[in-house]
């Protein structure tokens, strides 16, 4: 039977992609009752330098943020990854399944380690492994994700694929990527060709999920734009990435196509869409924000949440690896 699982990173605050790219994609997911685990990976978060402070605030703010968008910690299973020993452990088996080549190819990794890449840490280069562990450890069938993630899900198939060749099984099944929607990739509002990011330095290239609606209309108007008034159908978008996001944003928040979306503002200048945008954005997002702040007053309910979800997890999991070790050889097992 499907099963679904995703993660995100605790390594600073929600993002507008994140909400959109992720979040709300899981909440709809939930409530077709498919049985589903969300998890904070704080082991991901931690392949680049993370302060303890901030990263347990991090963690603590991303469940609120489950919980304020929609996801029920009764329904889905919520936990952070450290919690569950689990996916390092079956992670390490994946860090010899898959192939430095592999590693090297992913895109992330080039983007993130940089020119320096001899200065990165080892995990950052292997954590493709331990993501393909997460989603293993379930036997999770579909992972919801951003378009910036469908190389890593991909990896993850061809280390199921290999570990059920290799040992002459059929134990992993190979999931499937879903990357669906206007938004699978929110891009930066500062460059049209990044995609936003919670770890990217510039502030105002990002729309926080914790911005008041004074920021969120600030950044909005200092959005990177050409001069053109917006066109009256997709294809007009092409070639213009700025306008082609703020666009997709708008379909994404209101739920309308974008052509949709277009046949009502074609023709528009960008001094008039974006203070529209920027309405419809704090409209969405401000009972998020309100909610987790809420939520945040309350650490030790979190951190119970956390705790119950890490226990309902660890029964999944613990199983499996169990089994993973009987295949492997492991004395003991
Ligand atoms: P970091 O910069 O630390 O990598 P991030 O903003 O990329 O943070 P992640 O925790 O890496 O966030 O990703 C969590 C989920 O959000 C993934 O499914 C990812 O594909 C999705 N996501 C991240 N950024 C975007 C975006 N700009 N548009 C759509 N989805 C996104
Ligand atoms: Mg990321």
């Not at 562990?133 to 469908?150: C, N, R, S």
């Not at 609606?213 to 108007?221: E, G, Q, S, V």
């Not at 990177?224 to 066109?231: F, G, I, M, R, S």
């Not at 949709?260 to 401000?286: C, I, N, T, Y």
Request: aromatic share 6%; net charge negative; with cysteine.
């Amino acid at each position: 039977s499907p099963r679904v699982f995703s993660g995100i990173q605790p390594s600073g605050g929600l993002t507008l992609g994140n909400y959109l790219g992720a979040m709300k994609r899981f909440v709809d997911t939930q409530n077709t009752g498919v049985q589903s685990i969300y998890c904070m990976v704080d082991q991901h978060a931690i392949t680049v330098w993370q302060d303890p402070e901030n990263l347990r605030r991090a963690t603590r703010e991303l469940c609120a943020g489950y919980i304020a968008s929609g996801l029920d910690p009764e329904k889905s299973i919520l936990f952070n990854q450290s919690q569950v020993p689990e996916h390092a452990q079956l992670g390490w088996i994946f860090n010899c399944v898959a192939r430095m080549g592999w590693m090297q190819r992913m895109t992330q990794w080039k983007d993130k380690a940089g020119k320096n890449s001899q200065n990165a840490s080892l995990g950052l280069f292997a954590y493709p492994a331990l993501m393909a562990a997460d989603i293993l450890i379930y036997h999770a069938t579909h992972v919801p994700v951003g378009e910036d993630q469908k190389q890593h899900v991909e990896l993850t198939r061809d280390i199921a694929n290999k570990f059920n060749h290799d040992y002459k099984v059929d134990f992993f099944p190979v999931p499937e990527p879903v990357i669906e929607g206007a938004a699978t990739r929110v891009m930066s509002l500062r460059d049209g060709s990044k995609k936003m990011s919670k770890s990217d330095p510039s502030d105002a290239s990002r729309i926080n999920l914790t911005d008041d609606a004074d920021t969120i209309a600030k950044k909005i108007r200092k959005a990177k734009t050409d001069p053109e008034a917006l066109p009256s159908e997709a294809k007009g978008l092409e070639d213009r990435p700025e306008a082609r996001n703020l666009v997709n944003i708008y379909s994404a928040l209101s739920e309308v196509s974008v052509d949709a979306v277009l046949a009502d503002v074609g023709g528009k200048q960008f001094s008039e869409f974006k203070p529209m945008l920027a309405e419809l954005a704090v409209e969405k997002l401000a009972p998020i924000s309100g909610e987790m702040a809420r939520l945040m007053e309350d650490t030790a309910e979190i951190d119970k949440i956390l705790a119950r979800g890490a226990e309902r997890a660890r029964e999944i999991a613990s199983p499996i690896l169990k089994e993973t070790y009987k295949i492997i050889g492991m004395v003991g097992a």
